[in-house]
């Protein structure tokens, strides 16, 4: 079984552009979270989704990120337009049910923000 | 608020030595408890969890005791392996609320020949 998958794995790009991530996660999880580690600092929660709907987005730090599950399958994370400080890596994780303990991650996207 | 304390890294050890990450939390209620590992060019994994207190997670050779009564649950392994080499994740789950996980700030791991 594929385990969750992030795309790109690398994303270089300048302040003021907007870079898109995308995550894959387990077949048939519901819920799907993204976090985030800036870098020496904790990885720190953005949001959460069951299926399509946002379940907690306490975590996004601005309204310049946009997270979307079209479909309940995949997620996007936009990031429009990027600064300096949103430098980092971005994981998503993955987990069968609201009952279920372990959230499975991802490799992480590393972005840099010139 | 929620939050979790651990050791600051990065730690270097011998082949065979005996490791201890320290790690504390602050929670409400009766948080779970989680260490994953992060190996280089890999994602987070879980290592072990522990769901309540006294509980014994334990998986490789690393185990960690939920200890109430401290906000305990540091990670310890008897003789560490060069493949040991990671980064090294604390992290807490509240029950009954969000099921966003909290994290320490990783402790890296380096472990020589």
């Known amino acids: 079984e594929a385990g969750v998958t992030q795309f790109p794995s690398h994303s270089v790009i300048e302040k003021g552009q907007t870079v898109t991530l995308r995550c894959d996660p387990i077949?048939?999880?519901?819920?799907l979270y993204w976090y985030r580690r800036v870098m020496g600092k904790e990885i720190k929660f953005l949001l959460h989704?069951?299926?399509?709907?946002?379940?907690?987005e306490s975590g996004m730090p601005n309204n310049r990120f946009l997270a979307e599950r079209t479909g309940g399958t995949y997620s996007t994370l936009k990031v429009q337009p990027a600064e300096l400080e949103d430098s980092g890596v971005y994981f998503c994780?993955?987990?069968?049910?609201?009952?279920?303990?372990?959230?499975?991650f991802g490799p992480g996207t590393r972005l840099l923000v010139l | 608020g929620n939050s979790v304390t651990q050791m600051e890294g990065p730690v270097t050890l011998s082949e065979e030595a005996f490791l201890t990450i320290n790690c504390t939390y602050t929670?409400?209620?009766?948080?779970?408890l989680f260490w994953y590992v992060q190996y280089p060019g890999e994602g987070l994994q879980l290592l072990l969890k522990?769901?309540?207190?006294?509980d014994k997670g334990s998986n490789k050779g690393f185990e960690a005791t939920y200890r109430k009564e401290t906000t305990s649950f540091h990670l310890e392994k008897g003789s560490v392996q060069v493949s040991d080499s990671a980064v090294y994740f604390c992290?807490?789950?509240?029950?009954?609320?969000?099921?966003?996980?909290?994290f320490g700030k990783g402790t890296k791991l380096t472990v020589n020949p």
């Open positions: 994780a993955s987990s069968q049910d609201l009952r279920a303990e372990t959230q499975y």
């Open positions: 522990a769901t309540k207190a006294d």
């Open positions: 929670a409400t209620g009766y948080p779970s």
């Open positions: 992290a807490l789950k509240t029950q009954g609320g969000s099921e966003k996980l909290v």
């Open positions: 989704f069951v299926k399509e709907s946002k379940q907690d």
């Open positions: 077949s048939g999880h519901d819920n």
